[in-house]
């Protein structure tokens, strides 16, 4: 299974910035570079200086092996209508954000959550009510309307830098956040821009 680091806007289910915004921000910092068409992108001149590895020495591929080859390192900008929800593999253990208390049956309900996030949950515990993409995964789930994903990224592999944060809240009044979990490219490609 591939994972990728997704960046994404909040709230996860406000209307986002636009992606033409967010594809400005990217290029000018350095983040995002050439085209490769079906909105992926290789990563900018200045990739590694937003974004920290653990690790000595990472391996990363940069370039496809051939034709149609999406298992290298890459960028992809990603709008949903109706955001779907994806868990980083062993990881994702949701919470409820009102209280801290665990979600109970989450791996039960996890199919129709990943169809649709925008389900609404009511936590035991405390009587909050939230949408799943509102619960706190973390940083091993997310579901959002407006995605960033820097693919073939292991969950915990790589943190986005503070200034590439600041950056895209500052070109699009919006505060972003993170998380990592399995990659939206196996699924069927849904409304993919820029």
């Given at each position: ?5 997704y ?25 995002l ?37 999406v ?46 996030a ?33 693919r ?43």
């Amino acid at each position: 299974m591939n994972t990728s680091l997704y960046l994404f806007p909040l709230p996860v289910l406000d209307e986002p910035p636009p992606a033409q915004q967010v594809e400005a921000v990217l290029r000018q910092c350095g983040f995002l570079g050439d085209s490769l068409g079906e909105g992926r992108y290789r990563v900018g001149g200045n990739f590694f200086g937003h974004i920290t590895f653990a690790g000595c020495l990472p391996h990363l591929k940069l370039e496809p092996a051939e034709e149609g080859d999406v298992d290298f390192t890459h960028l992809r900008l990603r709008e949903e209508s109706r955001p779907r929800l994806r868990v980083a593999p062993q990881r994702g253990r949701p919470r409820c954000q009102g209280c801290g208390a665990a979600v109970p049956g989450w791996k039960e309900r996890l199919p129709q959550w990943q169809e649709d996030a925008t389900s609404r949950w009511r936590c035991a515990e405390c009587g909050s009510e939230m949408r799943v993409a509102e619960l706190d995964w973390r940083q091993y789930g997310v579901a959002a309307r407006l995605l960033v994903e820097v693919r073939q990224v292991w969950p915990g592999e790589a943190l986005p830098g503070d200034a590439l944060l600041r950056q895209l809240e500052s070109g699009t009044g919006r505060s972003w956040s993170y998380a990592w979990a399995e990659s939206f490219w196996a699924l069927p490609l849904i409304e993919w821009v820029v």
